[in-house]
């Protein structure tokens, strides 16, 4: 059930997507419905990092001028991609349905979300790219991205392969049993599904014993 076994991934493997891949994402994109058919979204499709850092720099310093700023924007090893090397730009054309443009481009991006999910692929949906396109680069950026005249930006998504080892240190530690009995029932179901090995560091040998295959 895709629905049911989506996640928003913050955390991937360097691996590239396929060719394959993206073409299948951006159908799905380019499948949705919208309304009255008017389609006011374009998508640009970025995989070189050097541009996905700066538009990233963008966003930290405008988001860092707001008084209400996270202090996540602080960390200098914060990037708004999660550091996924694929990411999807949704724009829209301002004057073309533009009272429907954003829900038109919610639609696709979760179009495009369940088709990464479909093949295996982790992804999760950014708003906090506007920071880029709001602040004094905004014009910069909406050019190397190509954005269409009139276009400007709604939404984007973060998509990459999923990591293929989960490490694990000491995450019991301190848990209630109720609790610790559903980390580590979360802990088996990503494991079986999604084929993931877990590398799972404690004391506590009871629960080692409980879920480890290997033990060293």
């Not at 009995?181 to 494991?191: G, P, V």
């Not at 084929?195 to 506590?204: A, E, K, Q, T």
Request: aromatic share 6%; net charge positive.
């Amino acid at each position: 059930n895709l629905f049911a076994s989506r996640r928003s991934h913050r955390a991937y493997s360097s691996t590239q997507i396929t060719l394959e891949q993206r073409e299948a994402l951006l159908n799905a994109a380019i499948q949705s419905p919208s309304a009255v058919n008017r389609q006011p979204w374009h998508f640009t499709l970025v995989q070189n990092q050097a541009l996905l850092n700066e538009i990233n720099a963008a966003c930290v310093e405008n988001a860092r001028t707001k008084p209400d700023a996270s202090p996540r924007f602080q960390d200098p090893n914060y990037n708004v991609f999660y550091h996924a090397p694929t990411v999807i730009f949704i724009s829209a054309d301002k004057n073309n349905g533009a009272s429907w443009a954003g829900i038109d481009c919610g639609i696709a991006v979760q179009n495009i979300a369940l088709a990464a999910e479909s093949m295996g692929l982790g992804s999760v949906i950014l708003g906090m790219p506007r920071e880029a396109f709001q602040s004094v680069h905004g014009d910069a950026v909406r050019k190397k991205l190509a954005f269409p005249q009139g276009h400007d930006f709604v939404i984007a998504i973060a998509v990459a392969c999923r990591p293929r080892i989960l490490i694990c240190d000491e995450p019991t530690t301190a848990l209630d049993v109720t609790i610790q009995a559903q980390i580590l029932e979360l802990l088996k179901r990503l494991n079986r599904e999604r084929d993931m090995s877990v590398l799972f560091i404690s004391h506590n040998l009871h629960v080692v014993r409980k879920l480890c295959t290997r033990v060293a």
